[in-house]
């Protein structure tokens, strides 16, 4: 691979209760685990962040495979829900829905468009076959 781009982050603290930035200091935040996992919330968290990654990387694939097909996606969104559980082997494993929604487009085609997004966005290559990521394409 030809490298464009690394990004670098240091966590310090209690992991989930630490604190995290970024070398460039785009990022610089405290990090609370979710009240849903015992924890205080209140504050981002690995999911959060990995969320909003996410969101935008796909719907920057989705623009750039939009701009290639000639379609224009109006106000289109993305947005991604990530979900963490308990897996079999008394680890931890993530799930993710990706909600696309690109109002003036018939169905079909946001659908084609959509999935063609997830076959470039790099995001969904490093998940493809490590975690279930769901799809999910509407008008509105």
């Not at 690995?46 to 996606?73: I, M, N, W």
């Amino acid at each position: 691979m030809d490298t464009l781009y690394t990004a670098e982050a240091l966590a310090t603290g209690a992991g989930r209760d630490g604190h995290v930035r970024t070398t460039d200091g785009q990022l610089d935040l405290d990090l609370a685990k979710p009240k849903e996992m015992g924890g205080q919330g209140g504050a981002a968290n690995p999911e959060l962040l990995f969320a909003a990654g996410y969101a935008a990387c796909f719907h920057s694939a989705l623009q750039a495979v939009a701009r290639k097909a000639k379609t224009d996606l109006g106000d289109s969104t993305v947005g991604a829900r990530v979900g963490i559980g308990p897996n079999d082997a008394r680890g931890f494993q993530l799930e993710v829905t990706l909600e696309v929604v690109i109002p003036d487009v018939p169905h079909d085609r946001a659908q084609e468009l959509a999935e063609k997004a997830h076959e470039v966005c790099p995001y969904s290559n490093a998940t493809r076959g490590n975690i279930e990521v769901k799809l999910v394409v509407t008008d509105d």
